[in-house]
């Protein structure tokens, strides 16, 4: 099982940015796929991005793409999610997740992921 610790939620305006840390750990952690999810009140969970540990590739869910990134420091295991020109409909519960048998991409869903992190809240005003 890995463990993930999420980090750096908060609250911002419109415009700004905000910079999510996911910790992992685990003797599965170095394999497979590790992104976010996010939940809003009343909606479903969706992803929003992933990488895969093996080649680095990623995958965005379209609404983000141009204002997120994401990007793996593979000597600390931690994995970053860069979000730049928030809009308030980006408000919700991120959840860091992994799974070692992954390969992430544009089909991939929550119950791929076998290891969730407990979640950060990100709240973007207008």
């Known amino acids: 099982q890995v463990q993930l610790v999420e980090s750096g939620g908060g609250l911002v305006q419109s415009g700004e940015s905000l910079r999510l840390s996911c910790a992992a750990s685990?003797?599965?952690?170095?394999?497979?796929?590790i992104g976010w999810f996010r939940q809003a009140p009343g909606k479903e969970r969706e992803g929003v991005s992933c990488?895969?540990?093996?080649?680095?590739?990623?995958y965005y869910e379209d609404s983000v793409k141009g204002r997120f990134t994401i990007a793996r420091d593979n000597a600390k295991k931690t994995v970053y999610l860069q979000m730049n020109s928030l809009k308030p409909e980006d408000t919700a519960v991120y959840y860091c997740?992994?799974?070692?048998?992954?390969?992430?991409?544009?089909?991939?869903?929550?119950?791929?992921?076998?290891?969730w992190g407990q979640g950060t809240q990100v709240t973007v005003s207008s």
């Open positions: 990488i895969n540990i093996s080649d680095g590739t990623t």
């Open positions: 685990g003797p599965t952690s170095d394999y497979g796929a």
């Open positions: 997740v992994q799974d070692p048998d992954l390969y992430c991409s544009a089909s991939a869903t929550a119950g791929d992921f076998g290891s």
